[in-house]
Nanobody, 119 residues
Protein backbone atom coordinates (compact mmCIF):
# COMPACT_ATOMS: atom_id res chain seq x y z
CA UNK A 1 0.00 0.00 0.00
CA UNK A 2 1.03 3.63 -0.49
CA UNK A 3 2.84 5.40 2.32
CA UNK A 4 4.09 8.97 2.48
CA UNK A 5 6.60 10.01 5.12
CA UNK A 6 7.57 13.64 5.55
CA UNK A 7 10.73 14.97 7.14
CA UNK A 8 12.71 18.17 7.38
CA UNK A 9 10.46 20.36 9.45
CA UNK A 10 11.69 22.38 12.37
CA UNK A 11 12.02 25.81 13.89
CA UNK A 12 13.70 28.62 12.02
CA UNK A 13 13.95 32.38 12.26
CA UNK A 14 12.16 34.60 9.82
CA UNK A 15 14.18 34.91 6.64
CA UNK A 16 15.63 31.45 7.02
CA UNK A 17 15.23 28.33 4.91
CA UNK A 18 14.07 24.76 5.31
CA UNK A 19 13.84 21.83 2.96
CA UNK A 20 11.02 19.35 3.39
CA UNK A 21 11.18 15.83 2.01
CA UNK A 22 8.46 13.28 1.40
CA UNK A 23 9.39 9.68 0.74
CA UNK A 24 6.71 7.76 -1.14
CA UNK A 25 6.51 3.99 -1.14
CA UNK A 26 4.07 1.51 -2.60
CA UNK A 27 4.02 2.96 -6.11
CA UNK A 28 5.08 0.77 -9.03
CA UNK A 29 5.04 3.54 -11.63
CA UNK A 30 5.50 7.31 -11.72
CA UNK A 31 3.19 9.16 -9.38
CA UNK A 32 0.60 11.19 -11.32
CA UNK A 33 0.22 14.03 -8.84
CA UNK A 34 2.07 15.09 -5.73
CA UNK A 35 1.67 18.17 -3.62
CA UNK A 36 2.39 19.94 -0.37
CA UNK A 37 -0.41 21.27 1.78
CA UNK A 38 -0.28 23.09 5.09
CA UNK A 39 -2.60 23.79 7.95
CA UNK A 40 -2.07 26.41 10.62
CA UNK A 41 -3.91 26.32 13.95
CA UNK A 42 -7.45 27.55 13.53
CA UNK A 43 -7.18 27.74 9.76
CA UNK A 44 -8.27 25.53 6.91
CA UNK A 45 -5.82 23.34 5.08
CA UNK A 46 -4.43 25.04 1.98
CA UNK A 47 -2.48 23.89 -1.01
CA UNK A 48 1.08 25.19 -1.11
CA UNK A 49 2.64 23.66 -4.21
CA UNK A 50 1.98 20.80 -6.60
CA UNK A 51 3.72 18.88 -9.35
CA UNK A 52 2.41 16.34 -11.82
CA UNK A 53 4.12 13.48 -13.65
CA UNK A 54 4.87 15.79 -16.60
CA UNK A 55 6.79 18.08 -14.28
CA UNK A 56 4.28 20.89 -14.38
CA UNK A 57 4.27 22.86 -11.14
CA UNK A 58 1.90 25.26 -9.46
CA UNK A 59 2.16 27.40 -6.33
CA UNK A 60 -0.05 29.29 -3.98
CA UNK A 61 0.33 33.03 -4.50
CA UNK A 62 1.57 33.41 -0.94
CA UNK A 63 4.67 31.28 -1.60
CA UNK A 64 5.50 32.11 -5.22
CA UNK A 65 9.11 33.14 -5.59
CA UNK A 66 10.02 31.74 -2.17
CA UNK A 67 9.16 28.03 -2.31
CA UNK A 68 10.21 25.48 -4.92
CA UNK A 69 8.67 22.04 -5.34
CA UNK A 70 10.67 19.28 -6.98
CA UNK A 71 10.69 15.53 -7.19
CA UNK A 72 13.10 12.68 -7.69
CA UNK A 73 11.18 10.20 -9.81
CA UNK A 74 13.76 7.47 -9.31
CA UNK A 75 13.62 7.68 -5.52
CA UNK A 76 9.93 8.64 -5.47
CA UNK A 77 10.76 11.54 -3.20
CA UNK A 78 9.10 14.93 -3.18
CA UNK A 79 10.83 18.06 -1.92
CA UNK A 80 9.81 21.54 -0.90
CA UNK A 81 12.59 24.10 -0.66
CA UNK A 82 11.35 26.99 1.44
CA UNK A 83 13.33 30.23 1.44
CA UNK A 84 12.68 33.64 2.96
CA UNK A 85 10.38 32.07 5.50
CA UNK A 86 7.84 34.26 7.25
CA UNK A 87 5.96 33.84 10.50
CA UNK A 88 2.79 33.22 8.50
CA UNK A 89 4.40 30.12 6.99
CA UNK A 90 4.14 28.46 10.39
CA UNK A 91 1.98 25.37 9.98
CA UNK A 92 1.89 21.61 9.80
CA UNK A 93 2.99 20.65 6.31
CA UNK A 94 1.56 17.57 4.64
CA UNK A 95 2.64 15.65 1.59
CA UNK A 96 -0.09 14.20 -0.63
CA UNK A 97 -0.25 12.03 -3.73
CA UNK A 98 -2.99 10.87 -6.03
CA UNK A 99 -4.58 10.59 -9.43
CA UNK A 100 -4.71 13.10 -12.25
CA UNK A 101 -8.28 13.74 -13.33
CA UNK A 102 -9.23 15.70 -16.49
CA UNK A 103 -9.09 19.10 -14.83
CA UNK A 104 -7.44 18.56 -11.46
CA UNK A 105 -5.66 16.14 -9.22
CA UNK A 106 -7.39 14.05 -6.60
CA UNK A 107 -5.24 13.43 -3.58
CA UNK A 108 -5.95 10.04 -2.05
CA UNK A 109 -2.90 9.54 0.12
CA UNK A 110 -1.53 11.77 2.85
CA UNK A 111 1.48 11.78 5.12
CA UNK A 112 1.43 12.39 8.85
CA UNK A 113 2.81 15.89 8.53
CA UNK A 114 5.91 17.76 9.63
CA UNK A 115 5.79 20.93 11.71
CA UNK A 116 7.35 24.15 10.47
CA UNK A 117 7.65 27.00 12.95
CA UNK A 118 8.97 30.41 11.91
CA UNK A 119 9.65 33.00 14.60
Amino acid sequence: HVQLVESGGGSVQAGGSLRLSCAASGYTASIPCMAWFRQAPGKEREGVAAVDSDGATSYADSVKGRFTISQDNVQNTLYLQMNSLKAEDTAMYYCASGLRLPTRCRYDYWGQGTQVTVS
